[in-house]
């Protein structure tokens, strides 16, 4: 049996030129504490700077499925 490799389709330059566009990223970190996380991966820096412990109860939560149930 011959094993094929599979290959992706190769990309036109146009194609190259639209992906070479880097998405605004500005937004995606509103309400976010600046910090140590913009420069440096520390998740628990990061964490225990926007974590915000919710106080409420369990009343938004949705009825466990059927198949919740039968585990």
């Known amino acids: 049996m011959e094993t094929q490799v599979l290959t992706k389709p190769s990309k036109t330059s146009a194609e190259k030129k639209a992906d070479t566009k880097e998405p605004d990223t500005k937004e995606a970190w509103r309400g976010f504490k600046p910090g140590l996380w ?5 998740v628990r820096w990061f964490l225990q700077q926007n974590y915000t412990p919710y106080d409420g109860d369990d009343s938004f939560l949705a009825p466990a499925t059927e198949r919740t149930k039968r585990i």
């Open 38 to 42: 913009q420069r440096d991966i520390n």
